[in-house]
């Protein structure tokens, strides 16, 4: 199935930008879900959301990092098969930040789930962080 990808550009420094994605107040605040972020590789995390109602954990781990400019985590739930893949990689000009996300590794019957994840990121990646980070 093809990948989720969002781009956004941010008016803000790569560095600010940086920040909102790894430290756990700020994630808090764009993914609104708390969370126990740590960028550091193979640091185990959750994001603890609601749906419906109902509490969701969302299992991830750190894949890849480097500092103010990629980042790279897999992100499970427990309603869905495996592990997928998101990827974050920032890249600083001068109107801020561009800032690109890959979501893949869904399974071809989950296209639903897939559905829903690119929504959340929608509403959370391209439009509350960027609200986080421009406004402070």
Not at 29 to 51: A, L
Not at 67 to 94: C, D, H, Q, R
Request: hydrophobic fraction near 40%; proline fraction near 5%; include cysteine.
């Amino acid at each position: 199935m093809k990948p989720i990808e969002k781009k956004v550009l941010i008016n803000a420094p790569l560095t600010e930008v940086w920040k909102a994605l790894t430290d756990p107040a700020k994630i808090e605040q764009w993914m609104m879900m708390p969370n126990n972020f740590k960028p550091e590789v193979n640091h185990e995390f959750n994001f603890h959301g609601e749906m419906n109602g109902n509490k969701i954990p969302f299992t991830c781990k750190i894949l890849e990092i480097e500092k103010n400019k990629k980042l790279v985590y897999s992100w499970s739930a427990p309603f869905f098969e495996g592990n997928t893949i998101v990827s974050i990689m920032l890249m600083g000009n001068s109107n801020g930040t561009e800032l690109v996300l890959t979501h893949s590794g869904f399974a071809e019957n989950q296209k639903e789930v897939q559905e829903n994840h690119s929504l959340g990121w929608d509403e959370r990646f391209v439009s509350k962080l960027k609200e986080v980070v421009e406004i402070g």
